[in-house]
């Protein structure tokens, strides 16, 4: 739990007040309270104020909002401001700034916006933090540290070649080593000195085609990538033990962003307290894929609640339509984010800033000033509902049957990957299976791929590419043991280093799959294949469309469920089933159409006992939450209509009206409903 | 007046004879007058010519063609040559060299690839004007002095940003207000030294996204592209003051590009004796586009004939395909440029060039060398109808009643924003506005933000973002005095330093408008609502569609005359009127289809008398220049067919015939009629 | 005759065991035997490998990989492994790295990654070709040495700028001439200095619009081209003399790429032994690119036997969609080159490789490692076919009645020329021609603008913008003697510098057409015009769409034979001939639709007797080489189903059943046929 203090969900956002004058400061506090928040979030970009020159550090302004704020009863999320150093920094030690991946020599500016393997920074930035701690301590409203804001940037620099190195020597040990993991003998590469090792970049690794990074060679680009998010997790880190050391009982956070490619959250999530991310959905993105961000984000921590850190009230500024969240949105996408476990709702921003890029993104108080908007008053319901929850559902947590196994190393070498096809996206295929499951309502997990599999009957693994050491024995135990295994096409093919497993596709998986693939088809965008289902399986029978990568293979074991139905491979398999001990694993050979993934998924969980909490008609979601023995089902109706719920025999107590629910429940459009029982 | 001692309409062009053998020059005389030409400019680039060395000048070349053109009586636009320094000048002092937006050094070559701040360039290029003044300043076809050629790079280098902090520094006095110019608390970007001030680029904060420059920090930005227009302004200045204080009779230009988005042309034309400008359309360019640009360049300078300084009598090259002009055209589009207030009609180029990149751009002398061409009989016959107009158009004026605000300082606000929608572009917005007006054939001035209104009867300012000190005062006086102000959505939002006016949208405008706008919704691409009128008014009745933006406003005095059709703000205003003092101000909520405007513009205007001189057919432009008791209407038929014109009670003399026009008026397909008359 | 010692058709291609360990090797040539493989190229990329260090080479593992080789009586293509410079070399010669179009300095990695006009490449490389020289040549199966791999990339470093100047020197003189043949008067580019000679970059006159390399200046731009061209060609040939100074024997080439613009590859090859190339058409390049890229290589030696270097079995991996060659196709695809000339059929890659960028293309061994796979088995089929044929076709040539004209210069400047239209594509002029004649199955010479003409009745040179010196007039000598040339639209404009031949279009070759081009119009894509055909010409008669460009021209000699159909234009000539001496010249004024292409090559072929040696379906390549009194028909069914040929009254031997062939033959889908008889 958050803090067992204050056990409330969360509700405030980012905080801004030294871009306004103090006469401001009261207003803030009148009308934040007017909303029902509780938690600010400061001083996240203040660094050049708090640190004037490189010896004067100036709380004062600092020591009188946080004052204000805490009699005015409001936690304070506090943020350690080191996402953008000042000016006077950039200038004084110009390897601050960054070299970007073309060679560029950054110039000061933006944010986030330096080298994170500068001594200079981490010394300033380490020094800040601490700073604050120190002063902060015991100040009474302490809730949550925040760590710098959103990392996440590459650099290319001198000084980042040499720490490089310094990895790659630390994770390899010798030249011989290096030149075996990464292939150094293809295109001549062989090394005989460390220094000899450059890091991949578009001066000589790497290019862009159509937006997609391409490289050479794979086994550094992935390494890179990895020393990359390694090294700002180094920054996050020093600042962490910091603080830890100052404030041991306070957790500790940095905001993340879902599924955001340049960092390994999952390696990121051990080194934080609390996992908290900002939420910034366009009005066009499936619900399905927001719910999957969340459910990731609560993977992280093996299923621990999180905190929603940024949300915006009504719109943002930087996509290319930013659209208004229309009226019961925000407040819906709030009780989405709990209902799949966060323990906060929060904005970006409080109040709106009044110049520079981030001025027409969405704020609980607009520029008018006053609380007579639409948007004000929406946050101020919400505000009310929330606190009238209560502690009733801090730290319950999600008790699902099914998993998705994600992976950053396996996103970061399926698109390196230099063939057989531009069009395969990890993500994509990943909110694929992820949707048809959502649309069922069938409650997943977002696992890492060293999660625990125990408490799953079902473990999905789209195009599981690389499989690291150990995976395959932990998937092969897991099936032994009753459980069912589905995979996809283009897995089981590398190892961590993206060396392929020799001896033939899918490699390590191969007696698990009890399956042999021998070639892998790429089809142009407008060509397809078919899936026809040899027996009928549940609604699952007939045919369907498939494409973009055919797998051509051989039985080795397993039985199959459906074959191709055209082009020179007609009459092979295309879907497999492996009887492996007590459970079973799933081949699915191409890339079919979503109807073929809700038929079979269906024909899987249909026969275990995995579906949903109840019957609800198209877009209403449903999650539950437990906490000891009680059960809370979240209904959230994503329809511009209302719909009604059959309870059936069930008898709920409903937590926002305080009223019983029972036979039939009717939602608003756009509405939500909390259904509580013992269990 | 241009040239009270040759007062006839300029007709000639760009003349490179260094690039072409002496045996050449006296053809083209003959040529020349074989095709009226009278004005001559050169030498554009031929600076590596007339100073083949720090110390060396040659004008011995210079001499010999100017006393060609003197012999054959043909006047000299003489042209200063510093628009591409010599390459010997680039090596031995390479600082002269830019440095591009994405920080990449510049090597010789091109041209206008010098850094506007570059002291070499200044002290060489006021040097080499200095010396042609002194030389030619008692030459006798003298006309006109073209200073450079068409200015607008923006460069990058050390040099540059050290006059940037120069020109802050100028402008705002103390880092403080620096600080809060530009919001600078803001993503930590607080200065404590002048010298923490970097030039915005792609290093720091700008970037580029499907070709729109954007930036985080909108007042560093704007300031920058001001200081950078202001940095070409100086060079250009300097050549200017060398000129003028040896010729300060001769009238002094530089020739502009129309709606050329890097430079401020309403600051440029204050140090201009007359605006000149180069036209090249493509053919599928609409007629009112060109209309607006010659009607901007008339604007620049209050209303006072322009010259056009470039067309191309064909074809360009540069273009991505470069059909030929139709037979006809090149007259029609001449006269258009008269029409709309030009007193010269010269051409990009009198002979082709042989070599290099412009060598597929027309000229009236094709490779072929001789005058058996389509081009040079339309040319030839082109200057014998401007000649026999003699000096009666010379110096006469338009006389509108109506007016559209143009802003540079606004376009650039505009397109900088970060939200709400990419898809608003200030200069089509302000594009179908004058579309609008020009398909009635109503006369309307482009006018500045600074312009006297009191000559108009309606002033249109699509798009208002920024509202500078003073206009808000200016316009409340124009409607308190009669006058119809009509403005639209995403006006009245931030000062001159993007910094939004608090308190409500449209701030300054807020009183004048009677409104306040709480929201703005950004439609997706494909997404529209509708634009309900309440009341018939004039032909404007019924629904008509909208999209990009939509306005979610509350009536604070307006009356609204439309409502939303559609989604939750359906029924809220989308058109309102204020009266307000003697006039009316509108507010236009969303982006509307064409017809809408049509209808809307038309009932204003039909309330006035600001209509079209004549009734006139579709794609038939008609247009007035006045001079003393004079009145003269072109009509322009821009269709590929003949059309009768009725002139109802009216007697005209038809200038180019000599004829006398009564009753009906027939005209040839892309055909051209000058209506005399005395009012 | 490659090897007369080893007169078969060499089967075999990449072979880089140094990627695997030795014990792999040894199953590797049991395998290649099963293949029936009888050459190997290695090692490619070793130079690492091969050379540890500056003082050290190591070629003992090379020694034994050699006998291992020899002892399996598979002949070797020596590569001297120069594509890929070490890291050592790179970090202690860094001069050796390029800079790029835009200024950046490259770093180690990737291949080609070199300056062509470092010293220290260039010595270290021909050291290395010197080394392998002295070492293997004795060596039995020493069959070609294979230099480097796939030249092509640009530097603009400054080491290049001065060896540009260099080159400038040596082939104008003087500075004058430079400033002439460049018209550098032109933007005022006039140099007093040979070191103010910039490189051509994208910081100075070049730049990318849409994928296309525009330019400021044609003429510098061409010439750094030919240089850089040239400056590879030196690498290339330093190697190749070190090599024939040791085995002036063994003949030596270096791998083509088909139509690869950056290098002038008739300048090339006669510094070539023999030629050889990759061929990688994707799964849907029309069948005659290909065809037109194999008589192009053959073309580059007048006709010579040449050598497919690589192709793959099955997949590609850097296309965008890797599609399997579907079962017969690699077969088909692989006669396919020997139907056009080559006498060798090669692969990328014997054994995939498992790490890096290529791991994902196809090879005779899979992943898998064994031999039961549908591709080894394919591969193994056709092993045993070639072998069978023994030396049947060896040095064997075609004879060609008809030719196209290719040029490297004129391509340059074709698409470097600013205006008339950007949708003007060489190549694609260049393949219409060609797939027309294809489609008729006549056979097709690609020669250069130098070939002799004197064996053909008919030559094409579609989109003949430059005219080299001594061009037009072996055209008009060859038109004079009973010739038919083709040419069209925007041919004959400039000479070899990219200057107008002045006095009218199409300049130099306006005697032979008999025409004069006034103007040309560019169309916007959806624009046509038509071309209508006066009189009926065999099938040629109405109307055919055109567009792109219409020359407008007048007859000075020609008649016309068609006229346009619309604009300004209409019935003026869009074909024209010329009877000239005993032939005929014609001038095609637009591009037009493909059907007009094709029923005018009938009339004009159909006048000769230059038709198919057999009648034959759509989609049956046929072509035929000969060898002293030996008539080889390839017949290749590029269908999906079996066709019947009719064999008329021939009677024929079949190569590859070995059956005699008579009346109707059947062809299975994607089937072939070689016929062979005396003649």
């Known amino acids: 739990m958050l803090n067992p203090n204050f056990p409330v969900i969360y509700y405030g956002g980012d905080y801004n007040p030294d871009q306004w004058p103090e006469v401001i400061w009261k ?25 004037p020159s490189e010896e004067v550090y100036d709380f004062e302004w600092l020591d009188k909002v946080m004052d204000l704020v805490a009699q005015n009863e409001i936690k304070v999320c506090l943020a350690t401001s080191t996402a953008a150093q000042p000016a006077w920094m950039s200038k004084k030690y110009p390897d601050i700034l960054p070299v970007d991946i073309n060679g560029h020599k950054r110039a000061h500016g933006g944010r986030v916006n330096f080298c994170p393997n500068s001594s200079v920074y981490r010394r300033f930035s380490t020094a800040l933090a601490k700073k604050l701690a120190e002063r902060y301590k015991d100040y009474p409203g302490l809730a949550v540290w925040h760590i710098a804001n959103e990392y996440g940037n590459y650099c290319y620099c001198e000084n980042c070649a040499a720490s490089f190195r310094a990895w790659v020597k630390q994770r390899y040990g010798t030249i011989e080593e290096v030149n075996r993991r990464w292939n150094m003998s293809f295109w001549g590469h062989t090394i005989y000195d460390w220094d000899e090792i450059v890091a991949p970049s578009h001066l000589n690794e790497m290019w862009l085609d159509n937006g997609r990074q391409c490289t050479n060679f794979q086994g550094i680009a992935l390494d890179y990538n990895r020393f990359m998010s390694d090294s700002s997790l180094q920054c996050y880190k020093a600042e962490y033990e910091a603080i830890k050391e100052i404030t ?52 992280l921590k093996d299923g621990q609640p999180f905190m929603l850190m940024e949300q915006t009230p009504s719109q943002q500024n930087w996509q290319q339509y930013n659209s208004l969240k229309r009226p019961g949105v925000m407040r819906l996408w709030s009780y989405q984010a709990v209902a799949h476990g966060a323990d906060s709702v929060m904005f970006f921003q409080l109040r709106r800033s009044f110049g520079a890029c981030e001025k027409y993104h969405g704020a609980v108080i607009a520029h008018a000033g006053h609380e007579n908007t639409r948007v004000f008053n929406e946050c101020a319901k919400l505000g009310a509902e929330l606190k009238a929850l209560g502690d009733k559902l801090i730290g319950s947590t999600a008790r699902s049957k099914a998993a998705i196994m994600f992976d950053w190393d396996n996103w970061w070498a399926v698109e390196f990957s230099s063939g057989p096809s531009i069009r395969l996206k990890y993500l994509e295929q990943v909110e694929k299976y992820y949707r048809c499951l959502h649309s069922m309502n069938i409650s997943i997990d977002m696992i890492g791929i060293e999660s625990d599999l125990s408490a799953y009957e079902v473990v999905i693994a789209p195009v599981l590419y690389m499989v690291k050491p150990g995976t395959a024995k932990r998937l092969e135990s897991f099936v032994e043991a009753g459980g069912v295994f589905i995979t996809t096409f283009f897995s089981g093919i590398v190892n961590e280093n993206d060396l392929v497993t020799l001896g033939g596709y899918p490699g390590e998986l191969r007696k698990l799959l009890g399956i042999w693939v021998e070639e892998i088809d790429a089809l142009f965008p407008e060509a397809k294949n078919s899936i026809v289902i040899k027996e009928e399986l549940g609604t699952m029978k007939g045919t369907y469309s498939c494409g973009m990568l055919c797998d051509l293979m051989h039985l080795e074991g397993a039985r199959e469920l459906a074959v191709y139905g055209s082009d020179f491979y007609a009459g092979r398999p295309a879907l497999t089933e492996n009887l492996y001990g007590d459970g079973r694993a799933y081949y699915i050979a191409s890339d079919p159409e979503e109807d073929f993934l809700k038929d079979f998924i269906g024909y899987i969980c249909g026969a275990g006992d995995i579906g949903a909490a109840l019957d609800v008609p198209e877009n209403v979601e449903l999650t539950q939450r437990f906490k000891e023995n009680k059960e809370f089902t979240f209904v959230l109706n994503h329809n511009d209509f209302a719909v009604d719920i059959n309870l059936g025999s069930g008898c709920f107590s409903e937590l926002i009206t305080g009223k019983t629910a029972q036979i039939m429940l009717s939602i608003e459009p756009k509405g939500v409903a909390i259904l509580e029982r013992e269990i």
């Open 27 to 51: 207003e803030d506090m009148r009308m934040f309270k007017a909303a029902g928040i509780n938690i600010v979030t400061l001083p996240v970009f203040s660094w050049a104020k708090l640190q």
């Open 248 to 299: 041991p009982d306070i957790p500790v956070t940095t905001n993340l962003m879902g599924t955001f490619k340049p960092l390994d959250y999952f390696k990121w999530a051990r080194c934080m307290d609390v996992v908290s991310w900002d939420n910034y959905p366009s009005a066009v993105e499936p619900v399905s894929n927001v719910a999957m961000r969340h459910d990731l984000m609560r993977g």
